[in-house]
């Protein structure tokens, strides 16, 4: 099982670099988020998989089950809440800019470098 | 007394509230000056306490060691709140004179506190985890920060600011994992016990690759550096300095964190690499700083030649090199938010920060002059002042240990900060002012609250050169605790 | 989107949703829910009138500032630390009391139940301080 969901953490990894390589910002925004998730679960699987255990179990029932590791479901709550804040900022900057300038071309954003 | 550590977290937690519930804008810069005073004083107090026991460390909630999350203060982490402390305090006062109408105080302070949090947060955590998160505070405060206003540019430098710093957010975070994967902790002493005996711990290289080049993108290294150059330009001149002085440094201390407490088997390759970064880091840095005439552009680049010499440290890795990253980096913090600060007033005088526009500064305002000198000289490394024992320790570490190309190289790029700081001394000071729409600009007399914060940075800038000898003994305490770290290993996991 | 049968069920449902919200509040210390889950379906359940009107401009009451949802709730979670101290251990230690209620054996509060619900209204403010930026028009 830990084997298919690495694979489709790679998976989400490709389609995350593809789509940060294209020119329009909203599929670039697009890429963030498949990485994001990528990465979550990668943190999740971490801790390896183990089904159908609970993380906690009632003190001193000394049961001898496999359990769950829980810090990892925690962290990987923290982040999801953490990439959803993100997320919805970049939309938001992306609409403002879309606004004031009128183009979702990155190969238009060239008047604050070098 | 142990609470105290947590308080510079909690003291700009509590003005964010206020600054939620009373939202006048007179009010609001009354807070953020009584608030960052209070965070000098409190850092200070941390500061006192720590130099009597050596490494403090507070365990959130109660829960034992590597469970729970643990906040640690120790050498590095209390001169680092002092001084992002001081700067903050800056600041706030500058931000009073210097924010335009269309920007509302409340706002502003609420998300500078909100920085301060992150900042504070991320120099005080033991667990890598916690980092993670305080990391991403900081940079969504950041975030609302840089395009607040909402010009043009600034969304734009806004989107590159985003995009590269969320993408190195996503490998620490990887990096997080992959390291949990390995080890099952995440607290930092912890880990460094773990990581001491292990002799699978070349391993942890994956783990430690991503950390590397997340850290990079946040301290603007070499190959990453690219962001910081197309944003920090764009907003108002006191939100690039807060950027300037606070942001990158973080990733530096970051670095001298891990790559001293747990990620220090193969030190061969991770040295290696970390000076050819830093060598690469100062001349890029330096010769595009060399190339440009505009004033947030040229200090723009030049903090990323200097985050080159912070690394040097970090890669010559003996506890003099240590301790002359320490020093650089707290004299650079420094005189960078004062180099910024001033680029504001003269901005301000002029109405454009483009050098060839300006010049004659000198004649109408010698005062300006010298709190510019005073910084720049820093910056170059001339002697009395903070920079020049600060470049001094880094070569003479660099010398000693027989690492000649990163000294000498580091010395080339002293000459080329040494270039830039005269280039923009002569042109905004010597020069005569060119006959063009902003020679009429009448020059108006600096008010008190205007060039308060760069004297406050500048008389520190001076004070450190003239009593180098004593943070110098700091700061090799603090490499000391660092090269051997068993007793912060030992507060945090014994209590 | 202006359809009478969503505009006339947004009024009810709301509070139908919001009083959901509020238990898996409750439930949340040992069972699924909690502050942040019940924080976002009530926050939810707030816009959701405004998407039914087609209208965040709407004058209303609830949708008016969300920061001050924020500062409620920041400023619970602020009190929530506040026992710890004073009893003496490290900060954020839970600190429970039993209330004596009739009928039941006794109600649990503690700190990190006033922790959770000053989550629960922190992401009620932050839920509708990102439907409101992405929603508004010039």
Same mark, same amino acid.
């Given at each position: ?5 690495a ?13 940060l390589l ?9 890429g963030?988020?498949f990485?994001s ?19 906690f ?7 001898s089950a ?9 962290l ?8 959803l ?6 939309l938001?900057?992306?609409y ?9 071309d ?6 604050t470098d070098? | ?9 909690l ?5 964010i ?13 009354w807070?953020?000056v009584?608030?960052s ?13 720590v130099q ?13 060691a ?8 120790? *050498?590095?982490?209390a001169?680092?709140?002092?001084v992002?402390?001081?700067i ?22 609420i ?12 120099f005080?955590t033991?667990?890598?985890?916690n ?30 600011y ?5 993408i190195g ?8 994992g992959?390291?949990?994967?390995k ?5 930092m ?6 990581l001491?005996?292990?002799n ?5 290289n994956?783990?430690?690759?991503l ?5 990079g ?8 550096y ?7 330009h ?8 807060l ?23 193969d030190?061969?390759f991770?040295?290696?690499?970390l000076?050819?970064?830093a ?9 595009a700083?060399?190339a440009?005439?505009e ?7 030049h903090?990323? +030649? ?12 003996t ?5 002359g990253a320490?020093? *650089?980096t ?10 910024f600060l001033v680029?504001g ?10 050098l060839?526009?300006?010049g ?11 709190l ?19 470049k001094?320790?880094?070569i003479?570490?660099?010398l000693?240990n027989?690492?000649y190309?990163?000294t000498a ?6 000459m080329?900060?040494l270039?830039s700081?005269?280039k923009i001394?002569?042109?905004? *000071?010597?020069?005569?002012?060119p006959?063009?729409?902003?020679a009429s ?18 008389a520190t ?6 009593f180098?000898?004593y ?14 770290p068993?007793?912060?290993?030992e507060?945090?996991?014994k209590? | ?5 969503l ?11 919001? +009083? ?8 949340g ?10 924080g ?7 816009v959701?009138?405004?998407?039914? *009107? ?7 009451k ?5 920061e001050?949802y924020?500062?409620l ?12 101290v ?6 954020m230690t ?5 209330v ?5 054996s006794?109600?649990?509060?503690g ?11 922190t992401?009620?403010g ?13």
């Amino acid at each position: 099982m830990e084997i298919i969901l690495a694979i489709v953490v790679g998976l989400l990894y490709t389609v995350g670099v593809y789509l940060l390589l294209r020119r329009s910002i909203l599929k670039f925004i697009i890429g963030l988020i498949f990485m994001s998730n990528a990465t979550n679960l990668l943190v999740f699987l971490s801790a390896g998989l183990v089904p159908g255990s609970p993380a906690f179990v009632q003190a001193g029932s000394g049961s001898s089950a496999p359990l769950a590791d829980p810090l990892p479901q925690a962290l990987v709550l923290t982040a999801i809440v953490i990439g959803l804040g993100i997320v919805v900022f970049t939309l938001a900057l992306k609409y403002k800019f879309f606004e004031t300038t009128g183009t979702d071309d990155l190969d238009q954003l060239k008047k604050t470098d070098n | 007394m142990i609470t105290f550590v947590a308080l510079p977290i909690l003291l700009p937690f509590i003005f964010i509230i206020s600054l939620l519930v009373f939202r006048s804008d007179r009010l609001a810069g009354w807070l953020g000056v009584f608030g960052s005073g209070l965070l000098i004083l409190l850092s200070g107090y941390l500061f006192i306490l720590v130099q009597k026991h050596g490494v403090i460390a507070l365990q959130m909630g109660g829960w034992e060691a590597p469970f729970g999350i643990t906040l640690v203060v120790d *050498f590095l982490s209390a001169i680092m709140l002092v001084v992002a402390a001081l700067i903050v305090f800056s600041i706030a006062i500058y931000a009073l004179r210097f924010l335009p109408k269309t920007i509302r105080l409340n706002r502003f302070f609420i998300f500078f506190f909100g920085l301060t949090m992150g900042l504070n947060g991320a120099f005080v955590t033991g667990d890598v985890f916690n980092l993670f998160v305080w990391f991403e505070v900081m940079l969504m405060s950041s975030f609302v920060l840089i395009t607040l206003g909402r010009t043009k540019e600034q969304l734009e430098g806004g989107i590159k600011y985003m995009s590269l710093n969320l993408i190195g957010s996503l490998l620490f975070l990887a990096g997080v994992g992959l390291l949990y994967g390995k080890t099952g902790t995440l607290n930092m002493a912890h880990l460094a016990e773990i990581l001491k005996n292990d002799n699978q711990a070349i391993l942890m290289n994956t783990s430690a690759v991503l950390f590397f080049v997340a850290f990079g993108i946040k301290a603007a290294v070499f190959p990453l550096y690219f962001w910081l150059p197309a944003s920090y330009h764009t907003p108002n001149i006191t939100i690039s300095s807060l950027f300037a002085g606070l942001l990158t440094k973080v990733g530096v201390y970051t670095f001298i964190r891990f790559f001293t407490l747990f990620f220090v088997h193969d030190q061969q390759f991770w040295h290696q690499l970390l000076l050819i970064t830093a060598g690469f880091t100062m001349v890029a840095g330096g010769m595009a700083a060399a190339a440009h005439y505009e004033t947030r552009r040229i200090l723009s680049y030049h903090i990323i +030649s200097q985050i080159g010499y912070m690394i040097m440290g970090l890669g010559i890795f003996t506890p003099l090199a240590i301790a002359g990253a320490i020093f *650089f980096t707290i004299h650079n913090m420094i005189a960078k938010t004062n180099t910024f600060l001033v680029a504001g007033m003269i901005a301000k005088a002029r109405g454009t920060f483009e050098l060839k526009e300006v010049g004659g500064l000198f004649k109408q305002s010698p005062f300006l002059a010298i709190l510019f000198m005073v910084p720049a000289f820093a910056l170059a490394g001339v002697p009395p002042i903070s920079g020049f024992f600060a470049k001094f320790i880094l070569i003479k570490a660099g010398l000693e240990n027989g690492n000649y190309v990163i000294t000498a190289v580091a010395i080339l790029t002293g000459m080329l900060t040494l270039y830039s700081m005269i280039k923009i001394w002569n042109e905004a *000071f010597l020069k005569a002012q060119p006959a063009n729409e902003y020679a009429s600009t009448p020059f108006k007399k600096l008010k008190f609250a205007e060039y308060f914060p760069s004297v406050l940075l500048g008389a520190t800038s001076i004070l450190m050169g003239l009593f180098a000898a004593y943070l110098f003994d700091f700061t090799m305490n603090a490499a000391n605790q660092l090269i051997d770290p068993s007793l912060y290993i030992e507060t945090v996991l014994k209590g | 989107m202006n359809s009478v049968i969503l505009q006339l069920a947004a009024k009810y449902l709301r509070w139908l949703l919001i +009083s959901f919200a509020v238990l898996a509040l409750l439930r949340g210390h040992n069972n699924p829910g909690g502050g942040f889950i019940g924080g976002l379906m009530a926050g939810l359940a707030i816009v959701y009138k405004g998407f039914a *009107f087609n209208a965040f401009q709407v004058k209303e009451k609830l949708l008016k500032r969300p920061e001050r949802y924020m500062g409620l709730g920041l400023f619970l979670i602020l009190l929530s630390f506040i026992p710890s101290v004073f009893a003496g251990k490290p900060l954020m230690t839970g600190i429970w009391i039993t209330v004596p209620v009739p009928f039941f054996s006794g109600i649990k509060l503690g700190t990190p139940f006033l922790f959770d619900i000053g989550v629960f209204f922190t992401v009620i403010g932050v839920t509708l301080l990102f439907v409101f930026s992405l929603t508004q028009k010039k």
